[in-house]
């Protein structure tokens, strides 16, 4: 399975760390703040890094699905977008 996280704030590295452990496969971080996501994507082995969820997908066709950890005034608007791309969502709350 193939996974991208959006949002680089400090709860990204638990799902980094889960979805690796579980067996998936973290192909990139998506964070409008590029030296945050890049500065993550480095101590988290991810090899990616994207502004947005739409640049992310356009990279990684078979994308399967999303890990949305940003703050939560941004989870719906994610996780209408991520869906109408056909992804499975993971968003707390």
Do not use: W
């Amino acid at each position: 399975m193939q996974i991208g996280i959006i949002g680089a704030g400090g709860m990204a590295a638990y799902h980094a760390k889960g979805f690796t452990l579980a067996g998936a496969e973290v192909v990139g971080i998506a964070d409008p703040n590029k030296p945050r996501s890049e500065a993550f994507a480095a101590t988290h082995a991810i090899p990616a890094t994207y502004r947005t969820l739409k640049e992310m997908k356009t990279q990684h066709p078979n994308l399967d699905a999303v890990s949305i950890v940003t703050p939560n005034k941004f989870h719906a608007s994610l996780t209408i977008e991520a869906l109408q791309m056909g992804l499975h969502v993971y968003c707390e709350k």
